[in-house]
């Protein structure tokens, strides 16, 4: 997995059903490296600290692989990497092999695997369409979530190396499909989300709510 962009944002006020918001979810390619840090990334904007940022969102992540997907479904937004509002763009990035808990070195950085992406309504700000929600919960491309191990630069052109592996953790495709698609037969996988000490509590409850 290679970082192909790193990216930055301001918080910035846009209209939402005739009040003013703001949002940090505006972030755009930055020449120099950026700093993980162990809550945030230094100089980018978190303005809602209850839903992002913090140990368990410190970075996200999110695979330039789906792009050419979102550019045929949403041909008319405004492109550019950082779309997502993801810190790191990653190539090859794939959430059905990033276990909850594996640690990667990216850069001078240390980073966990830690949950999938709840995408809320500031996405669809980003998008010009609230359309894109549903489209996203069902295109199982949630991109990462990750703590931040050991604070560090990364920049354009880093590897993500594994490595450590949590072998017996779900994977974050694993726990999104939990989260948004109640299945039949998969108690076992739902037993594993629960009881993985590696994911935060939050989403274990949702998983356990949403299955029960």
Not at 8 to 31: C, H, L
Not at 69 to 77: I, L, N, R, T, V
Not at 86 to 97: H, K
Request: proline share 4%; charged share 25%; glycine share 8%.
């Amino acid at each position: 997995m290679k970082v192909i962009s790193v990216n930055r944002g301001e918080a910035r006020s846009v209209a939402w059903r005739g009040k003013q918001v703001k949002t940090g979810i505006f972030k755009y390619p930055v020449d120099s490296p950026i700093f993980l840090g162990k809550e945030d990334v230094v100089d980018d904007a978190v303005v809602d600290r209850k839903h992002h940022g913090g140990v368990d969102k410190a970075v996200y992540a999110y695979s330039e692989d789906y792009y050419s997907f979102w550019k045929e479904q949403f041909p008319d937004s405004d492109w550019s990497l950082g779309m997502f509002g993801e810190n790191l763009t990653i190539e090859g990035l794939d959430e059905s092999e990033m276990r909850i808990g594996s640690v990667y070195q990216v850069g001078e950085a240390q980073i966990q695997v830690c949950q999938p992406r709840q995408p809320c309504f500031k996405l669809g700000v980003r998008f010009g369409t609230q359309t894109v929600l549903k489209k996203f919960i069902n295109s199982t491309y949630p991109g990462v979530y990750f703590r931040v191990i050991k604070p560090g630069e990364v920049q354009k052109g880093d590897e993500l190396n594994l490595i450590r592996e949590e072998s017996a953790s779900p994977t974050i495709a694993q726990v999104y499909f939990l989260m948004y698609f109640k299945k039949n037969g998969a108690d076992e996988l739902i037993k594993k989300a629960i009881n993985c000490k590696l994911l935060p509590n939050g989403i274990r409850e949702t998983i356990n709510k949403t299955q029960g």
